[in-house]
């Protein structure tokens, strides 16, 4: 329960905050704990993977997935097209899936807010 209306939770990774009746969902913590795959400098990105490269690879993706969905739409669109590369089987989609890593880590202060609709604000909407 809710005691007031200033309460910080935190699920699954989600810190969720509600204050004056509006939610924020952050993923910045989770963000900052995920790693990016390790790749030998001698390897090429043309390079075809190994099952252990792939096995890498889908568990980063899958920790991408996570925010990428729930409060980083920001990360949606290149979890994706990073996602469909692994058909590819070369080594660039583990280059590309640590790049959006980077990204994910510097826009991780990024936050969903979710603030209450006015009741009056409802019969000022033009169809």
């Known amino acids: 329960t809710w005691d007031d209306d200033t309460k910080e939770i935190i699920y699954c990774g989600t810190v969720l905050t509600r204050k004056d009746?509006?939610?924020?969902?952050?993923q910045e913590g989770y963000i900052h704990k995920v790693k990016p795959v390790t790749v030998h400098?001698?390897?090429a990105p043309e390079e075809?993977?190994?099952e252990y490269d792939r096995s890498q690879l889908r568990a980063l993706l899958g920790s991408l997935q996570w925010p990428a969905v729930h409060s980083s739409p920001h990360l949606q669109c290149?979890?994706?097209?990073?996602?469909?590369k692994m058909a590819q089987n070369k080594l660039q989609?583990?280059?590309?899936?640590n790049s959006?890593?980077?990204?994910a880590k510097?826009?991780?202060?990024?936050?969903?807010?979710?603030e209450p609709i006015p009741m009056n604000s409802f019969s000022e909407?033009?169809?």
Do not use: H, M, P
């Not at 009746?21 to 952050?26: D, E, G, I, M, P």
């Not at 959006?100 to 990204?103: A, E, V």
């Open 21 to 26: 009746f509006t939610w924020t969902l952050n």
């Open 41 to 43: 400098r001698n390897r």
């Open 48 to 50: 075809e993977v190994n």
């Open 78 to 84: 290149s979890c994706s097209l990073t996602a469909g």
């Open 93 to 97: 989609a583990i280059v590309d899936a």
């Open 100 to 103: 959006l890593l980077r990204f």
């Open 106 to 114: 510097q826009n991780a202060d990024i936050a969903l807010k979710y």
């Open 125 to 127: 909407l033009r169809l």
